[in-house]
């Protein structure tokens, strides 16, 4: 089993910055990829960058590109989300997500543990 717990969020003004963080713990050696996603009210979740745990190519979608950047901390287990640029779409609950093999990082099924999520708000 793993654990992944999410923390950071909180409100910020458009053109803001904040950083998420997820930690994983438990049996993370077995992780393939680590995802982030997000979820506005009444909408589905959605997809936001996936990186592989071991690291390598990231994969962003195209609303964030060059606002968001993944990253990890090998030694401590945690993958950070740093979101600068904020705007008022970007306001959802974010959730950490990982999976144990390949496959398509953009669909939420393929993810095999989930965190509690965290809330963003960008006011305008």
């Known amino acids: 089993q793993v654990q992944l717990a999410e923390s950071g969020g909180g409100l910020v003004q458009a053109g803001g910055s904040l950083r998420l963080s997820c930690a994983a713990s438990?049996?993370?050696?077995?992780?393939?990829?680590m995802g982030w996603f997000r979820q506005a009210p009444g909408k589905e979740r959605k997809f936001v960058v996936s990186m592989p745990w071991s690291g390598g190519s990231t994969y962003y979608v195209d609303s964030v590109k060059g606002r968001f950047t993944i990253s990890r901390d090998n030694a401590k287990n945690v993958v950070y989300l740093q979101m600068n640029s904020l705007k008022p779409e970007d306001t959802a609950v974010y959730y950490c997500?990982?999976?144990?093999?390949?496959?398509?990082?953009?669909?939420?099924?393929?993810?095999?543990?989930w965190g509690q999520g965290t809330q963003v708000t960008v006011s305008s």
């Open positions: 438990g049996r993370t050696f077995s992780l393939y990829t």
């Open positions: 997500a990982a999976k144990l093999k390949s496959g398509w990082d953009a669909i939420p099924r393929e993810y095999d543990y």
